[in-house]
């Protein structure tokens, strides 16, 4: 038997249209039915109303990107907390290793002529769709 998964979704959690929720709880519980352990932070977030600064909610969440298999993202380019989850999806893959990234409205992201978070999370997932991504990444780029 396959062991389940675990997803960490980053998505907006501030002032988000109902049916854009609506599209993201319709995603987790499609994940949730196949078996897969879900941590969606606008539902699974103890601190989303009490933390008054936002110190607590960024720990939690570090902590279960940590915890999770793979990442996935519903991409809102006004999310500021999604931008902060997408660097630090960066730093943890770049610490402890690969990661499955998937784009869960893949659709709407359209890659741009210039430096762009689109263009970043494009990125991340032709890199991270794969787990060999690491297997000569240091010994191709550095000299020792």
Same mark, same amino acid.
């Given at each position: 038997?396959?062991? /389940?998964? $675990?997803?960490?979704?980053?998505?907006?959690?501030?002032?988000?249209?109902?049916?854009?929720?609506?599209?993201?709880?319709?995603?987790?519980?499609? +994940?949730?039915?196949?078996?897969?352990?879900?941590?969606?932070?606008? $539902? =699974?977030?103890?601190?989303?109303?009490? =933390?008054?600064? @936002?110190?607590?909610?960024?720990?939690?969440?570090?902590?279960?990107? +940590? /915890?999770?298999?793979? *990442?996935?993202?519903?991409? %809102?380019? @006004?999310? !500021? @907390?999604?931008? +902060? %989850?997408?660097?630090?999806?960066?730093?943890?893959?770049?610490?402890?290793?690969?990661?499955?990234?998937?784009?869960?409205?893949?659709?709407?992201?359209?890659? *741009?002529?210039?430096?762009?978070?689109?263009?970043?999370?494009? !990125?991340?997932? $032709?890199?991270? *769709?794969?787990?060999?991504?690491?297997? =000569?990444?240091? %010994?191709?780029?550095?000299?020792?």
């Amino acid at each position: 038997m396959e062991k /389940w998964r $675990r997803v960490f979704i980053i998505c907006p959690v501030r002032n988000v249209p109902s049916a854009i929720n609506e599209k993201i709880a319709a995603y987790v519980a499609k +994940l949730e039915s196949d078996g897969c352990k879900v941590y969606w932070p606008y $539902r =699974d977030n103890p601190h989303q109303n009490t =933390d008054k600064v @936002g110190t607590a909610i960024i720990d939690y969440n570090r902590s279960r990107m +940590l /915890w999770a298999d793979e *990442t996935h993202i519903w991409y %809102d380019k @006004g999310s !500021a @907390g999604s931008r +902060l %989850d997408l660097g630090m999806f960066w730093v943890l893959v770049e610490i402890y290793g690969p990661k499955k990234f998937i784009i869960i409205n893949r659709e709407e992201v359209q890659s *741009t002529p210039e430096k762009s978070f689109e263009n970043v999370i494009l !990125a991340f997932e $032709r890199s991270y *769709t794969e787990t060999d991504y690491f297997d =000569d990444r240091f %010994d191709s780029e550095w000299d020792w």
